[in-house]
């Protein structure tokens, strides 16, 4: 079976600091790999997906993630965070060929200040 | 109404209660999820279907039971729970379940609490 760490639990970080959270997975096989972002007061939604080929990908809002095969890693990264920023953020993986049964992380709080 | 909803958003229920959450899909897909999100755990699946046969149980308790009437919408009908099954309850869709590359998309969830 799959699992996911997430090992910064809360972050605080200012407006224009740059964000790497980090994603560890344990999983033998090909794995898809998952950003989930939950803004206050909104739904889980999808930021970015990494299935094959470039292990660098983007998402929305200026997110990005790299997958590291070697490290099991798929670790999200944005360059300058904004005020708009703030929520909470999952790491998901499935096994490929598997199904569509999504194993989450605990997911990172991160709150940017002003 | 768009995407996908739940009913209701907050629960209360004693222990010997039988009630049940709904789920509705509004985005013409084919699989629906449900999932437990309690506090400091990571987002647990329960149940999957997938064009509404139920393709996953994740060893959940039997007084938890799920019915997926259509592929529009999903039920999880609840009794005897236990005050450890507090929780919130979330449902998802996708296009379908058969592989792992379709999105989930999620609804609000429903904050149930047991007495």
């Known amino acids: 079976a799959q699992s996911v760490s997430q090992h910064n639990h809360h972050v605080i970080l200012s407006e224009a600091a740059s964000l790497e959270l980090g994603c560890n997975y344990s999983?033998?096989?090909?794995?898809?790999l998952f950003w989930y972002v939950q803004y206050p007061g909104q739904h889980l939604q999808l930021l970015l997906k990494y299935f094959s080929g470039d292990p660098l990908v983007k998402g929305i809002k200026g997110f990005e993630a790299e997958f590291i095969k070697s490290k099991f890693s798929f670790n999200l990264r944005k360059p300058s965070v904004q005020w708009s920023d703030t929520a909470e953020y999952f790491c998901?993986?499935?096994?490929?060929?598997?199904?569509?049964?999504?194993?989450f992380g605990t997911g990172t709080q991160l709150k940017v200040e002003l | 109404e768009t995407g996908v909803t739940q009913t209701p958003r907050h629960l209360v229920m004693g222990m010997t209660n039988k009630k049940s959450l709904k789920c509705e899909q509004h985005l013409g897909h084919n699989a629906m999820y449900w999932y437990k999100q309690s506090a400091k755990k990571p987002l647990e699946l329960m149940f999957v279907y997938n064009f509404k046969e139920q393709t996953e149980n994740n060893s959940v308790p039997s007084r938890f039971s799920p019915e997926c009437p259509n592929s529009s919408h999903l039920f999880l009908h609840l009794h005897t729970l236990q005050p450890e099954d507090s929780a919130l309850y979330l449902c998802?869709?996708?296009?379908?379940?058969?592989?792992?590359?379709?999105?989930?998309?999620f609804g609000p969830g429903t904050r149930l609490t047991v007495l």
């Open positions: 998802a869709s996708s296009q379908d379940a058969g592989t792992g590359y379709n999105e989930q998309f």
């Open positions: 999983y033998g096989g090909t794995v898809n």
């Open positions: 998901a993986v499935n096994a490929a060929g598997g199904g569509n049964k999504l194993t």
